[in-house]
């Protein structure tokens, strides 16, 4: 699901709400989470997950290509670990079960 995706189910479930206020809220409600992170915060939302971020430290990589060395700078990458509930609720649905009996 996009986001576009996600506005226009919570506008339909919403009918007396504006489908441009149900974007506002939307994108209000992932800035602050972005900006959380950006400050190092941990966002959790209760029975859905937890967003934090984890700092991967700089390193020698190499260019596949041509073998050399390549220095590879410090980042920041953001991580999502999912909550009790949301984990039951997929394990309930069966998501992800045709997959592994493929593999």
């Known amino acids: 699901m996009i986001k576009s995706e996600l506005v226009i189910?919570?506008?339909?479930?919403?009918?007396?709400?504006?489908?441009r206020?149900?974007?506002?809220?939307?994108?209000?409600?992932l800035d602050t989470i972005a900006d959380a992170l950006?400050?190092?915060?941990r966002v959790e939302l209760r029975g859905f997950g937890a967003f934090s971020v984890k700092?991967?430290?700089?390193?020698?990589?190499?260019?596949?290509r041509t073998?050399?060395?390549v220095a590879v700078s410090e980042k920041a990458i953001p991580?999502?670990?999912t909550g009790k509930e949301m984990r039951l609720r997929l394990n309930a649905a069966g998501i992800g079960e045709?997959?592994?009996?493929?593999?």
């Not at 206020?21 to 409600?29: F, G, K, P, S």
């Not at 950006?38 to 915060?41: I, L, P, S, V």
């Not at 430290?57 to 190499?62: F, V």
Request: without cysteine; charged residues 30%; proline residues 4%.
């Open 9 to 19: 189910k919570i506008a339909e479930q919403n009918p007396h709400l504006y489908q």
């Open 98 to 103: 045709s997959q592994s009996a493929a593999e």
């Open 21 to 29: 206020d149900v974007e506002t809220l939307v994108n209000a409600i």
């Open 79 to 81: 991580v999502f670990k």
């Open 67 to 69: 073998g050399a060395a």
């Open 38 to 41: 950006a400050r190092g915060d």
């Open 55 to 64: 700092r991967r430290d700089a390193r020698r990589g190499r260019n596949p």
